[in-house]
């Protein structure tokens, strides 16, 4: 006969650690806004983005005496898969907000990649960086050697966060300490709808107009591969440091790309639709 579960107390997120909010940062469409989301309504911790540095920008060497200053708070850093996430970026940049528009994926792939919190604004922290690629290697590396500095610094996969959700939280709230860690068998409801708070400062998700609808497929890497070519996906992964794949938690990621290359790919590269 199995045990009887005791509903009440499932979650886990009862006994907070002692800190006043954690930080989340990540590139961006990395997951930063469900994260956020998440860790706020489960684990009951308030989450900051914009307190002290962008959330997107490559995290600055602040000093405290020889020592690196964080900031004082703990931070999770979300990442997607560099095919999924670029591809993700290039859909982003056929607007004129966060990345240059540029509608033609191979240039787009190869050509300098501007990052700004708003190219429709004056006065914004604004990065240059080689390609994408150049920009998803600085950002993570940059996380990563903070990490290594013994900083409060936990990598999640944003796959991993819409594929097992409640897995996610229990990492996440082992990493921060909870005396009672969120627990794997609760239920947890990923949002209907994505979330458009702001890519820049903190702020409620908003509640009026048109959302589009959440697509778990997003995360997929096997649709990413489809729509992008497997020729522009080996560009990508041509521009990707295999210590920083292994740092964000995809250690034999390019294997992993040659296996979930499907005959749409294939087809992708040879045709091409960009």
Request: glycine share 8%; hydrophobic share 40%; charged share 25%.
């Amino acid at each position: 006969m199995g045990s009887i579960v005791n509903m009440s107390t499932l979650g886990g997120a009862r006994e907070r650690p002692g800190i006043d909010a954690v930080r989340v940062m990540g590139t961006p469409r990395s997951g930063t806004n469900l994260a956020k989301h998440l860790i706020e309504r489960y684990l009951e911790i308030p989450v900051v983005f914009d307190q002290g540095f962008w959330k997107h920008g490559i995290f600055p060497a602040l000093m405290s005496g020889r020592e690196v200053d964080h900031g004082g708070l703990p931070i999770v850093v979300m990442s997607k898969d560099p095919v999924t996430q670029i591809l993700s970026w290039f859909r982003l940049a056929r607007n004129d907000t966060i990345f240059k528009p540029n509608g033609n994926l191979g240039s787009f792939l190869e050509q300098p990649f501007e990052v700004r919190q708003d190219f429709t604004e004056p006065k914004r922290m604004e990065y240059r960086f080689r390609s994408p690629a150049d920009y998803w290697n600085q950002f993570y590396f940059a996380m990563d050697a903070l990490r290594r500095t013994g900083a409060p610094v936990h990598f999640m996969c944003y796959e991993q966060l819409v594929s097992s959700a409640a897995t996610s939280l229990y990492l996440i709230s082992d990493f921060l300490g909870f005396a009672r860690p969120f627990d794997v068998r609760s239920v947890v409801e990923i949002p209907r709808h994505t979330l458009d708070a702001s890519n820049d400062f903190d702020q409620v998700a908003g509640t009026t107009g048109e959302r589009t609808a959440f697509d778990p497929a997003r995360a997929e890497l096997a649709s990413a591969l489809a729509r992008i070519g497997w020729r522009n996906a080996s560009t990508i992964l041509r521009g990707i440091d295999d210590d920083v794949l292994d740092a964000t938690g995809r250690a034999g990621f390019r294997e992993v790309c040659r296996e979930a290359v499907g005959p749409a790919a294939m087809l992708r590269s040879l045709v091409g639709f960009w």
